[in-house]
């Protein structure tokens, strides 16, 4: 069966400070890969995806960056963290059936 | 007007009701329909998918109205464990992009 894993779980960063958030798919090859943000009290905004190695599209312009060194593998980076990216980041990737499939996510806070 | 629209709520119903959740899209060219279910603090995880003729899965009844373009979701014999945020959710062009709604927070109490 497939599962998707993120680290860490938890981050409080300060302002200015870079980031690395790590996704990992098992269990399926080849996956289309997401990350989305979601802020306080508000919906899941899509941030990037990718359909294969080293292939990313970018849906908002912002702080950050993606990168899918292996197919498996989903990064998510800033050189420089804003106040504004604190929120829950989330992982998911996609099934045959078209539905998405989460990873715990990871809860940063910027200070 | 947005892609995905949900009443946030919340809804508070007491154990045993029957409670129903309505969600509007605007892309009459949608081609598939969810609804996530969403903990406090987790990550969503699907509860159903909608199809054009309805389907049901125990307590939980998904319907699509493509004329009107809105999904409902009822569920019945409300639990406790049912408390949570449900997302609509909408593939509005046939990729792999879906679309996210808000979301509809309810409790159930005792």
């Known amino acids: 069966s497939q599962t998707i894993h993120q680290w860490p779980a938890t981050l409080v960063q300060p302002v200015g400070s870079p980031l690395s958030l790590e996704c990992t798919v098992e269990?399926?090859?080849?996956?289309?890969l997401y990350w989305y943000r979601q802020a306080a009290g508000r919906g899941l905004q899509l941030l990037f995806y990718?359909?294969?190695?080293?292939?990313i599209s970018s849906e908002v312009p912002q702080n950050l960056s993606a990168s899918r060194p292996q197919d498996r593998q989903f990064i998510l980076s800033s050189k420089k963290l804003l106040l504004s990216d604190s929120g829950f980041y989330l992982c998911?990737?996609?099934?045959?059936?078209?539905?998405?499939?989460f990873g715990p996510g990871t809860r940063l806070l910027v200070l | 007007r947005k892609e995905v629209e949900q009443d946030p709520g919340p809804f508070n119903v007491p154990e045993g009701a029957t409670v129903a959740f309505n969600c509007t899209y605007s892309?009459?060219?949608?081609?598939?329909f969810f609804w996530y279910r969403q903990d406090c603090r987790k990550e969503p995880k699907l509860l159903m998918s909608?199809?054009?003729s309805g389907n049901e899965d125990g307590r939980f009844t998904a319907q699509l109205n493509r004329a009107s373009q809105y999904i409902s979701l009822l569920i019945r014999d409300s639990k406790l464990s049912d408390s949570a945020t449900y997302l609509c959710?909408?593939?509005?062009?046939?990729?792999?992009?879906?679309?996210f709604g808000t979301g509809t927070q309810l409790k159930v109490e005792l």
């Open positions: 892309n009459s060219a949608s081609q598939s």
């Open positions: 998911a990737w996609t099934g045959v059936d078209e539905t998405q499939y």
């Open positions: 990718s359909v294969g190695i080293g292939q």
């Open positions: 909608v199809y054009s």
């Open positions: 959710v909408v593939n509005p062009g046939g990729g792999n992009k879906l679309t």
């Open positions: 269990g399926t090859s080849n996956p289309n």
